[in-house]
């Protein structure tokens, strides 16, 4: 992760009237640097060493405060714990059935289906997400075994 992109995530944030404390950092900056699109628990046990006065609570509040400024993306699946990610540019999910890794895929050409959903239903399209499941490397191998 570029340095760059967490200043410019704390400028967003100081933008938007929040202030910065050494848990909003830390978590800012954990998720900046996750490509593994972690839970808040998760997140929360990555941190309580260097932090081991901050709670669960104090994770899933900085998380909704990155959320409603735009930071961040809530990934909801099933039932599953939600999941957080920083990339929140269009892109979609390939999801592993196995051990539940969530890896980023790019597919431009699908923003196309939603003009063409807009001319068939004539709704007012706000968003659209797809999700593509298997089974990744690392489980295909395990189960190879």
């Known amino acids: 992760m570029s340095d760059e992109k967490l200043q410019e995530a704390i400028h967003t944030l100081k933008d938007s009237g929040v202030r910065i404390t050494p848990q909003r950092h830390a978590v800012l900056e954990f998720l900046l640097n996750s490509m593994t699109h ?8 990555a941190l309580e060493n260097k932090f081991p006065n901050m709670s669960v609570a ?11 400024i735009g930071l961040v993306r809530e990934l909801t699946y099933g039932d599953s714990s939600s999941r957080f990610d920083c990339n929140t540019t269009d892109h979609y999910h390939v999801i592993c059935e196995s051990c539940g890794k969530i890896v980023d895929f790019h597919y431009p050409s699908l923003n196309e289906v939603e003009s063409l959903a807009e001319k068939v239903t004539e709704f007012d399209v706000s968003h659209h997400r797809m999700e593509i499941y ?3 490397s690392h489980c ?6």
């Not at 295909?140 to 075994?145: F, K």
């Open 38 to 45: 972690p839970t808040a628990d998760e997140i929360y046990k």
């Open 58 to 68: 104090t994770v899933y509040n900085n998380l909704r405060v990155f959320k409603e």
């Open 134 to 136: 298997g089974t990744c």
């Open 140 to 145: 295909q191998a395990s189960m190879a075994h």
